[in-house]
Structure formats: C-alpha cells, structure tokens
C-alpha cells in the first residue's frame, strides 16, 4: 500500500486481470507515496484486460495516490468503464509521457 522509495520500471502485463472488490491495474493496484517521497511507475505496458467489481481500475495503475507517478506507460486494451491509464482523484500525483492505445468505452 504505502510505497516509498519503490520504482517498477518496464514491466509488461499480457494476462487478464480481476478484482473482486476495487483498485485493480495491468501493472499496480494501487501506488502511494507520501509527502517528500517517490513512487513511480514507468516504461510500463499493459496489453490486458483489467476490470473491478467496485470500481477504480485502469490500464497501468489501478489508484494512483499521494506523491505517486506514471511515466512513459503505455495501454492498449480497451478497458471498459475504467481508464486507459490510471484512476486517479490526487492532484499530486503525476502521469506524464503516456500512452492509451485504445478507445476506452
């Protein structure tokens, strides 16, 4: 849950994923940071399908929190009634350089 200090870096996903409750990612289910730290999430490729019973689900990152971020990430499954990157509600969190491939329905 509390991640600082982490970095998951080029990691593919080809595999469907579920969740039966919520938070569910191609890559993380759920990243957070806290104030002054790091947790990135980058050069990532999701080419599965990811959904969650109760919702917050994406691509790349399931729910993105606090000091969190996604870099250079790419999707390309269209994830349904989720996002294409990342579920996110934080304004610190950040998701630069990435990529949905799909169209997200």
């Known amino acids: ?3 600082n200090g982490i970095l998951i870096d080029t990691c593919t996903n ?4 579920e969740s039966k409750d919520w938070c569910a990612g191609g890559i993380v289910a759920a ?3 806290g104030n002054g730290q790091t947790a990135v999430v980058s050069n ?3 080419e599965g399908t990811v959904v969650a019973k ?3 689900y ?3 990152v399931g729910c993105l929190w606090g000091y969190s971020s996604a ?3 790419t999707n390309t499954v269209a994830i349904t009634g989720g ?3 990342c579920h996110t509600d934080e304004n610190e969190v950040s998701v630069t350089n990435c990529q949905d491939l799909s169209v997200a329905s």
Do not use: F, L, Y
């Not at 080809?14 to 994923?17: Q, S, W, Y």
């Open 1 to 3: 849950w509390n991640c």
């Open 14 to 17: 080809k595999g469907a994923v």
């Open 31 to 33: 990243m957070h940071a």
């Open 44 to 46: 990532c490729t999701n």
């Open 54 to 56: 109760n919702g917050s």
């Open 58 to 60: 994406a691509g790349i």
């Open 71 to 73: 870099d250079s990430c």
């Open 83 to 85: 996002a294409g990157i």
